[in-house]
């Protein structure tokens, strides 16, 4: 699939009206539902098709961060074969007392996997505590960059995002 197919797929599937609340408080009649296009597997596999080529050389571990991140990095382990990490806003409280389930991180190069980037805030948090825990972070790899302050914010962070679409491109395509 051609990218400006899938950015008008992806918008046409999560793309949604009605009355809804968002996390700022505001009122929108327009909403984007990232779960359902992550829903949908051939278009989840076409997603994982383009975001594998955004991996950089050497990475030795794709760690998808909770919840959004989680299915894209199952798609994109499996159309690599690279061993994946799935990490927890907030490590366990029992059993293994893991944030990182899966694949070890400690000492390995890792490439950070997210579906939707805003702001960055949580990146940032999970990437310090996966630092914290011996990973070699410097690049993030995300679906949908919906801000393009987010390339600065986490560049700050010591961290090169690299998006598949934007909401711009995304939006565009969809001749919204």
């Given at each position: 699939?051609?990218?400006?197919?899938l950015?008008k797929?992806i918008?046409?599937?999560?793309?949604?009206?009605?009355?809804?609340?968002?996390?700022?408080g505001?009122?929108s009649?327009?909403?984007?539902?990232?779960?359902?296009?992550?829903?949908?597997?051939?278009?989840?596999?076409?997603?994982?098709?383009?975001?594998?080529d955004?991996?950089p050389?050497?990475?030795?571990?794709?760690?998808?961060?909770?919840m959004?991140?989680?299915?894209?990095?199952?798609?994109?382990?499996?159309?690599?074969g690279?061993?994946?990490?799935?990490?927890?806003?907030?490590?366990?409280?029992?059993?293994?007392c893991?944030l990182?389930?899966?694949?070890?991180?400690?000492?390995k190069?890792?490439?950070?996997i997210?579906?939707v980037?805003?702001?960055g805030g949580?990146?940032?948090?999970?990437?310090?505590e996966?630092?914290?825990?011996?990973?070699?972070?410097?690049?993030v790899?995300?679906?949908?960059?919906?801000?393009?302050?987010a390339?600065?914010?986490?560049?700050e962070?010591?961290?090169?995002?690299?998006p598949?679409?934007?909401?711009e491109y995304?939006k565009?395509?969809?001749?919204?």
């Amino acid at each position: 699939m051609q990218k400006a197919e899938l950015a008008k797929k992806i918008y046409e599937v999560a793309h949604i009206t009605g009355e809804f609340t968002l996390r700022s408080g505001q009122i929108s009649n327009e909403y984007f539902d990232k779960y359902l296009f992550e829903a949908q597997p051939l278009l989840l596999a076409e997603i994982a098709k383009t975001m594998k080529d955004l991996i950089p050389e050497g990475t030795e571990v794709l760690a998808g961060l909770e919840m959004g991140g989680i299915p894209l990095v199952t798609a994109i382990s499996m159309e690599t074969g690279m061993q994946a990490a799935f990490v927890r806003k907030k490590a366990k409280e029992y059993g293994t007392c893991r944030l990182a389930e899966g694949a070890d991180i400690k000492g390995k190069k890792v490439c950070v996997i997210e579906d939707v980037v805003t702001t960055g805030g949580q990146i940032k948090l999970s990437v310090q505590e996966l630092r914290e825990r011996g990973a070699i972070i410097d690049t993030v790899i995300c679906a949908i960059q919906r801000n393009p302050n987010a390339t600065e914010i986490l560049a700050e962070a010591g961290l090169l995002l690299k998006p598949a679409l934007t909401m711009e491109y995304i939006k565009e395509k969809a001749e919204v």
